[in-house]
């Protein structure tokens, strides 16, 4: 399973645990926030008692990064292409039958390398290479939907990191905080007054 300590890969992961025999992996490509990324699948596995599989491109990300007149958060173009390409490698060498990428509607929607038709044609090429499966569980779930599932099964989603721009505390105004605090908020969920700067 894909993990990268945001809302949607740490409830998969709440959900999947006990069913599955799971092995959570984070990838570092480079982007801003992975350190607080990690720290926060590190967090998801630790209670649930899972050893976190750490895959570095870090430094592929910083080669990108230079050749970029506007320092990106996330500097790798078609990430989930990556992504997935190292996570079918791993799931082969372990002998994994399944692939877990923790998609939303949202994600599939707006994003080329989330969406089904790109995921449909990624399994056709894992197909070709094997007999690993490409599951999306959460593909047809909006994040508020995503979010009132975790709430239910006890998740504690300040452990959880969603921001662009790797500060300890969520900075509250980049792109993903404010779908963060807008999904809480249609899931009719608060989120502590002090967990964003602003």
């Not at 599989?53 to 958060?73: S, V, W």
């Not at 290479?129 to 979010?147: D, F, N, R, Y």
């Not at 006890?154 to 959880?160: E, H, L, V």
């Not at 969603?162 to 249609?186: D, V």
């Amino acid at each position: 399973m894909l993990l990268s300590g945001g809302i949607e890969s740490s409830t998969l992961l709440h959900m999947r645990h006990g069913q599955d025999e799971l092995h959570p992996v984070f990838i570092d490509y480079g982007q801003r926030a992975g350190q607080e990324e990690f720290r926060a699948a590190q967090q998801q596995c630790a209670r649930l008692g899972l050893q976190l599989k750490k895959l570095d491109m870090a430094q592929t990300g910083h080669d990108f990064r230079e050749g970029q007149n506007t320092k990106l958060h996330v500097p790798l173009p078609h990430r989930n292409l990556i992504a997935l390409s190292l996570g079918l490698s791993y799931a082969t060498q372990i002998s994994a039958g399944w692939l877990m990428l923790a998609l939303n509607l949202e994600d599939t929607l707006a994003y080329p390398s989330a969406s089904t038709a790109f995921i449909a044609k990624f399994q056709d090429m894992a197909n070709v290479l094997g007999s690993v499966e490409i599951a999306t569980p959460l593909a047809a779930l909006s994040k508020a939907q995503i979010i009132r599932q975790g709430m239910a099964l006890g998740m504690d989603y300040t452990q959880t990191y969603s921001c662009l721009l790797g500060y300890p505390l969520h900075c509250g105004q980049c792109p993903q905080c404010l779908h963060r605090r807008e999904a809480f908020r249609q899931a009719g969920e608060q989120e502590p007054a002090d967990f964003y700067r602003a």
